[in-house]
């Protein structure tokens, strides 16, 4: 099934607003979608509240590929990892969702590189650039803090956010 860019971002949508709601009863009432007109602000990051910023990633296809892609760049100009702004990276696939902060994420990624599968020009009309890493680097790496059925842990999100 061939998805529009506006199916996308409902897609999307619909994890950010999970991750906004689990972060607000967890800790941090004042987390927000980040709705900002500016485009540069609004590239930065997805949720905010006072302590600190959040890109949410929504993979559909890591249920059927068994991995996860994190983006590099789109037309050759540093985005999602590389580009983001965000203190803190969330994933959310079928199986949850895991955070790790980015200057982390970076870390590991570079550590890790013989782990990972570059992908060139491989999404969004052939314009995004990434590497593809098996879902169990990602649990290795990262801490879970939604489960599947969307449940979840006040007190780990709490002390997974807190440590920033």
């Known amino acids: 099934m061939l998805m529009t860019f506006d199916d996308d ?3 999307a949508r619909s994890a ?7 972060l607000k009863l967890s800790g941090w009432p004042d987390t927000e979608l980040n709705t900002s007109e500016d485009y540069t602000e609004l590239k930065a990051y997805d949720l905010h509240n006072a302590a600190f910023t959040c890109e949410v990633k929504h993979d559909r296809m890591a249920k059927d590929t068994g991995n996860i892609f994190l983006e590099i760049s ?10 983001t702004e965000a203190d803190y990276w969330v994933f959310v696939i ?3 969702a895991w955070a ?3 200057i982390k994420l970076r870390e590991i990624m570079e550590r890790d590189r013989d782990k990972g599968t570059l992908r060139n020009m ?7 650039a990434g590497v593809t890493f098996p879902i169990g ?13 969307k449940s979840f842990s006040v007190d780990k999100v709490y002390s997974i956010f807190a440590n920033q």
């Open 9 to 11: 971002l409902d897609f």
């Open 16 to 22: 950010e607003h999970m991750i906004r709601d689990v």
């Open 74 to 83: 789109c037309n050759g100009t540093a985005s999602g990892v590389q580009g």
């Open 94 to 96: 079928h199986e949850g």
């Open 100 to 102: 790790i902060p980015v």
């Open 122 to 128: 491989s999404g969004d009309g052939g314009r995004v």
């Open 137 to 149: 680097w990602m649990k290795d790496n990262f801490k879970k803090i939604v489960r599947a059925d």
